[in-house]
């Protein structure tokens, strides 16, 4: 490696070293400090001194060490052997780490973050000398997993005439695949290449949402849409179940690639990830989820500056798959973590705060993250999606604060999780009434062409339910259910019903885990046949205690478990006995 | 490496044994030293006072121009002039060894018991290193502690920290005494330790943990690092990384099991505000700093079992919360990180229930996994999960009947309330010396729900109920 000193310590705070005597210094420059050669990157440049982020525990470094640059910014390898891998926040593959350090992280090390010696067979596409290459342009693959067809792509920043490319063969990342003529002379392409983690890659246009993100969740899927390229933010207190969410559309939603960033959180929730992903299935490909997936594993207890740059590394890679044509999901657990991350830095930094000790920049970062999503034209053509869910744990669980209202600002989609459920273990505990979804719109006609034309005035239906029942119960509070007339007991029943039935879903369930969208919807109309229907007996004298005891309503409440995804015709039986039973019913009362 | 580089990494090591007559300014805890050779961050400082006395320290801030240096042992009694400095030219360490069992120490690993300071096998940097997420071994050994709150509810699993918020004058600490005393794995004979680690609590306290180890015949296997409430405060800062450093190397080096009980964490966190506070920066939430977060991830991460290590590391922090509020910085972020916690309840304290674990906001993250058919019974996780689906119902009819009277409440809530008070008075409640096994504790589950009607039931299968209800 080409490296020159460019400046000296001068003073170690934390993480934040501040350079003196600097020159020929770039600003985000990825420099390496003292003999142990931490990573670090330039943040404020001065007169012959600067400020350096350090990514690494700075114990022992003292003024006067030598500070190396490496004459580029701080960026990610991108190519084949990405999936599958778990990285620490500034891509260095921790499996390697281990290999080298065993169970503790040992500062300085150096590491590719792609394999070098692994060979990956690579098909060209039929392209002749003389063709005109330009930036993100797909000129050959090379099957990553059994289920990726990772396309190997020009840097986006590329633009030339082709003079030669390699045949149809078995190649390492390091090994050139074609050579092209540029103004700057003769280049050579590679199965990688290299892309900054702070400057997001171009495409040609931004499309309008359409396509809902099936997550196989259905309180998200049916009450609560989100599209593809998409965002949502996920605020809860400790405890609320953020993670649980998160883990359960990793697994089960219909994105090409996951990449799921554990920012700041807890050591052993990543290794859960790490043991449970190889096992599980992916229902649509009947694959092993890990070969889609790509985890940034930052913990709580590793450097807080990787921290910072954790979710810039993941959204990164993220854009380099969505430029090959995937349709790319972003897990950011939690970015509170990495919002106090920029706190902490500003601090030390003795920045002006704002908000509580956060900095002023913070809503502008934030909004730069999440600008990073959207439905998208590839500049090779292809069309691509980054979806980004994004947890906020909120102080206190007040969603007040500085994280969660500046998150708000910038998501279209938003899923408040409920203490109160949690507490009475009602998960996914995402409030019906804090959430909401300005993707409805967008992703219904979808659901009407697959799925079925009652679906928007299904949900609209509970939806007022749910709002009716909370003014109901307000009532009950003051004066006991006794007060309410059967009609209104009966609206508080359905909801109990549907809660139970529906919204409550077991993660840890075989069958429940994941449901199909047309379960989703033979189960909501299921309920809302029980409601329809017994709406119509009460008015026609049959009392609550007996629609209460249906002996079908047990069935209901656990179709959920009894009746797995492919078994439709399970769910329409259900519905004919329901109907029988209510005819049954009416037929006293007639 | 150049010539120049290694002679200004020679000269460095050379600097390194030189002593400074005289510091620059007193503040608090802090030394300010002007005018050294260069020192590194987080060096351990050696602060000589005029009888001849070391206390120890730890550099927060190194400049070419000025270093300043955090003093565990407190400044009272340092005078300016004449304090010599020594700057050690590497991290605090401590020496551990297996002997170090059935020791007392203060919070910088010196045994203040009267015996001699034991031999180490090994010398560790107390800060620690981060563990590799990809070296870690998902935790999933149940323990039974013989508590049927926890076993039942909130089970606690080999490698997992669980704290336990509690408030001033609730009885913390004798449950902790008692989950130290109780636990165990089933059917496992192993090597287990206990490290019990004190920051700032009374004298009195410390004398009621040493006193229940000592009853149950366990004192030899625990090692004691205390540092009460009238010790400098900063030496707090040290005591839990010095515990967690001998924990470590039990566990790691020595395939112990470890369980290693921190009390009180509110303490920690105070003395990291007072020297955050002294250095100016700038506060987040109620005057605790920034970094308090990533502070105490840097403890609370130190636990769990590795890959190919028999051993692990269990946590139980206690926490008093300020003013029985969760919400405040220091539960708050300690639930951010720890796996779940122990929720104590005033109230149900005051109703003479024991322990006052209050049901709903209580949570074992790591429960999922570690208990089920073969590792519990086959009908625990719905039996715990309809558990706290009918406790919470009964919170919820207590609060209407607190509004609308007993009388007016439907049948079905009279026999939800029968439940309530079935569940807290026969379940939760139990003696401080009484051991239930899992079985025990899974049927008075069961006899408490038998109380509701079957229909009410919709989180356990068919199966269960015919076995168990009734």
């Known amino acids: 490696m080409n490296e020159r000193i460019i400046g000296l310590v001068k003073r170690v705070n934390g993480p934040v070293i501040e350079a003196m005597d600097v020159s020929d210094a770039m600003m985000l420059e990825l420099v390496r400090v003292g003999e142990v050669r931490l990573v670090g990157e330039i943040i404020k440049l001065e007169v012959e001194s600067a400020v350096i982020q350090v990514y690494e525990d700075t114990t022992g470094i003292a003024p006067g060490d030598n500070i190396y640059g490496s004459d580029m910014p701080l960026s990610v390898e991108l190519g084949p052997g990405l999936i599958g891998t778990i990285y620490d926040g500034i891509q260095r593959p921790l499996e390697e780490i281990f290999k080298i350090s065993d169970q503790y992280i040992e500062r ?41 067809e990772h396309k190997i792509l020009t840097p986006p920043d590329m633009n030339g005439t082709l003079i030669s490319i390699m045949p149809e063969g078995d190649y390492t990342v390091e090994e050139p695949i074609a050579l092209v003529e540029t103004q700057s002379g003769e280049k050579q392409l590679f199965l990688m290449h290299r892309w900054p983690i702070r400057s997001s890659r171009p495409v040609t246009e931004r499309i309008p949402l359409s396509i809902p993100l099936i997550t196989g969740q259905r309180v998200i899927d049916t009450l609560f849409p989100i599209a593809k390229g998409g965002t949502v933010a996920i605020p809860g207190g400790f405890g609320t179940g953020k993670t649980m969410i998160q883990h359960a559309i990793a697994k089960w939603c219909d994105a090409a690639i996951i990449v799921y960033i554990g920012c700041g959180e807890r050591g052993n929730e990543m290794t859960d990830v790490l043991t449970e992903f190889p096992k599980l299935v992916d229902p649509f490909t009947g694959r092993s989820l890990m070969e889609r997936t790509i985890l940034i594993a930052n913990t709580s207890n590793m450097p807080v500056s990787a921290r910072e740059a954790s979710i810039y590394t993941g959204v990164t890679l993220a854009e380099y798959y969505r430029d090959q044509g995937f349709h790319v999901a972003v897990m950011a657990d939690s970015t509170s973590r990495w919002a106090e991350a920029l706190r902490e830095l500003s601090g030390r930094m003795e920045e002006m705060p704002a908000e509580e000790g956060f900095p002023a920049y913070l809503p502008t970062r934030i909004a730069e993250f999440y600008e990073r999503a959207g439905f998208m034209k590839t500049l090779s053509g292809q069309t691509g999606s980054i979806s980004i869910i994004g947890a906020v744990s909120p102080p206190g669980g007040d969603f007040s604060e500085p994280v969660t209202q500046h998150t708000k600002r910038f998501v279209r989609c938003f899923w408040g999780l409920d203490r109160q459920l949690a507490n009475a273990r009602h998960y996914p505990a995402i409030s019906w009434l804090d959430s909401y979804s300005e993707y409805l719109d967008e992703v219904t006609p979808w659901w009407e062409e697959q799925v079925g034309t009652s679906w928007v005035q299904n949900r609209a239906e509970i939806m007022e339910l749910l709002q009716k029942e909370v003014r109901l119960l307000q009532v009950v509070k003051l004066v006991g259910p006794d007060a309410l007339p059967d009609s209104q007991r009966f609206i508080i029943e359905v909801c109990t019903l549907f809660k139970n039935a529906f919204l409550q879903q077991n993660a840890f369930d075989d069958i ?70 209510l005819n049954q019913l009416e037929s006293i009362y007639v | 490496m150049s010539d120049s580089t290694i002679l200004y990494e020679t000269q460095k090591k050379l600097l390194a044994g030189r002593e400074y007559i005289g510091v620059d300014r007193i503040d608090g805890p802090l030394v300010f030293i002007r005018k050294t050779h260069p020192v590194g961050y987080r060096e351990l400082v050696e602060c000589i006072d005029e009888n001849g006395c070391t206390r120890l320290g730890m550099v927060l801030d190194t400049s070419s121009t000025i270093v300043v240096a955090q003093i565990f042992g407190g400044t009272s009694g340092l005078r300016m002039p004449s304090t010599h400095i020594r700057f050690r030219g590497e991290p605090l360490r401590i020496e551990v060894t297996e002997k170090m069992l059935g020791r007392i120490f203060n919070g910088l690993g010196q045994p203040i018991d009267g015996g001699p300071a034991p031999v180490g096998d090994e010398e560790l940097n107390v800060n620690g290193k981060p563990i590799n997420p990809t070296a870690r071994e998902y935790p999933r050994d149940f323990i039974q502690t013989g508590i049927s709150v926890i076993d039942g509810m909130n089970t606690l699993i080999r490698g997992q920290k669980l704290p336990i918020f509690s408030g001033n004058g609730l009885p913390h600490n004798e449950l902790a005494a008692q989950i130290a005393r109780q636990a165990k794995i089933r059917g496992a004979e192993t090597k287990f330790a206990v490290v019990f680690a004190a920051m700032g609590v009374k004298h009195d306290v410390a004398r009621y943990f040493i006193k229940s180890f000592e009853e149950s015949g366990v004192l030899e296997n625990v090692a004691l690092f205390l540092s009460l409430a009238d010790d400098p405060s900063i030496e707090r800062l040290i005591t839990p990384r010095t515990a967690l450093t001998l924990a470590e190397y039990l566990a790691f080096e020595r395939d112990m099991h470890v369980l290693i009980i921190m009390t009180d964490m509110a303490n920690y966190c105070e003395s990291l505000r007072e020297i955050s506070t002294i250095r100016g920066e700038i506060p987040s939430r109620k005057g605790y700093p920034g970094y308090l977060y990533s502070d105490l991830a840097e403890l609370y991460e130190r636990s769990g079992m590795l890959k190919g290590y028999k051993g692990s590391i269990t946590q139980l922090p206690i926490l008093t919360m300020p003013n029985d509020d969760i919400s ?26 024991y322990p006052p674990v209050a049901g709903l906001p209580s949570l074992s993250r790591l429960m999922k996994d570690g208990i089920g058919k073969d590792m519990t019974r086959e009908d625990h996780p719905h039996l715990a999960s309809q558990l706290f689906a009918a406790y919470s119902y009964v919170k919820d009819v207590r609060n209407l009947a607190s509004v609308i009277g007993e009388e007016e409440l439907t049948p079905l809530d009279h026999q939800y309330l029968e439940f309530g008070e079935a569940f807290e008075r026969k379940f939760v409640t139990q003696d401080k010396n009484e051991n239930r096994t899992v079985e025990e504790t899974l049927n008075l589950g069961w006899e408490a729900l038998s109380l509701l009607p079957v229909e009410e039931l919709h989180r356990v299968t068919e199966e269960e109920l015919e076995k168990y209800y009734g």
């Not at chain 1, 067979?121 to 930036?135: K, N, Q, S």
Request: proline share 4%; net charge positive.
């Open chain 1, 108 to 148: 300085g090390i150096q590491c590719p973050s792609l394999d070098r010696d692994k060979k990956w067979h690579f098909i060209p596409l039929d392209l002749e000398a003389g063709f005109t290459v330009t930036g993100s342009m797909i000129i050959g693959s090379v099957q990553e997993t059994e289920r990726v």
């Open chain 1, 512 to 581: 429940d885990r994941y449901s199909t969208t047309p379960k989703q919807m033979k189960m909501m109309e299921i309920i809302l046949t029980y409601w329809r229907r017994g709406y119509q007996a009460i008015r026609r004298g049959v009392t609550l205690v007996k629609l209460r005891r249906i002996k079908v309503l047990q069935d209901i409440v656990k179709m959920k478990f009894a009746i797995s995804n492919d078994d439709l015709e399970g769910f329409d039986k259900l519905n004919d006995r329901l109907e029988r039973a």
């Open chain 2, 328 to 353: 405040h910085p220091i539960p708050d972020l300690t639930g951010y990180i720890t796996e779940g916690q122990i929720v104590f309840e005033r109230e149900m304290h005051g109703r003479g229930i």
